[in-house]
T-cell receptor
């Protein structure tokens, strides 16, 4: 049990569908992240939220839309995705402070397949 | 140039062997370093932080060489349960974490 829960675990969607990924952290952390993990590639940071404010958007296409209603919940809204968007989407949280020893706690991920 | 580079492996070693992985990073201003472990079809989990003076946790030893910009992970007396992908993670100057592609280890009975 990592303290970060993601739903759904698996998702198959067509290119015209709209779906949302959900993440919830129970660790009292103040930062949340979305990462994308594709085969044979390093984890790619997509979005970062600090205290509910988006601080990073790493040139992610607009078909991915994040939402962070509070410091415990994070969503990733998906629409008109492409087959190359098929990947494992990982949510993570951390406690950001002035120190540099920041540790990420990941959820189990959503394995997304776009047909 | 990639921020973090790792040999993807796979490393296949017998039980009880000692195995070492290296990871190089490109940004000399990087401040924090970590090793994460990821089992097949699971999420990454923090294995250990890497300190300037080197650190040890049981059979695992991590070292940092700032001059050559690499970190290493040494696993002694390998167990079957050590089979996983080991991710090198570096915190860059912009406070972002950069992941390597991971090194896959298989410990063979």
């Amino acid at each position: 049990e990592t303290g970060v829960t993601q739903t759904p675990r698996h998702l198959v969607m067509g290119m015209t569908n709209k779906k949302s990924l959900k993440c919830e952290q129970h660790l009292g952390h103040n930062a949340m992240y979305w990462y994308k993990q594709s085969a044979k590639k390093p984890l790619e940071l997509m979005f970062v939220y600090n205290f509910k404010e988006q601080t990073e958007n790493n040139s992610v296409p607009s078909r991915f839309s994040p939402e962070c209603p509070n410091s415990s919940h994070l969503f990733l809204h998906l629409h008109t995705l492409q087959p190359e968007d098929s990947a494992l989407y990982l949510c993570a949280s951390s406690h950001k402070d002035r120190g540099s020893n920041e540790k990420l706690f990941f959820g189990s991920g959503t394995q997304l397949s776009v047909l | 140039r990639k921020e973090v580079e790792q040999d993807p492996g796979p490393f296949n070693v017998p039980e009880g062997a000692t195995v070492a992985f290296n990871c190089t990073y490109s940004n000399s201003a990087s401040q924090s370093f970590f090793w994460y472990r990821q089992d097949c079809r699971k999420e990454p989990k923090l294995l250990m932080s890497v300190y300037s003076s080197g650190n040890e946790d049981g059979r695992f030893t991590a070292q940092l060489n700032r001059a050559s910009q690499y970190i290493s992970l040494l696993i002694r007396d390998s167990k079957l349960s050590d089979s996983a992908t080991y991710l090198c993670v570096v915190k860059g100057g912009a406070n972002n974490l950069f992941f390597g592609t991971g090194t896959r280890l298989t410990v063979i009975p």
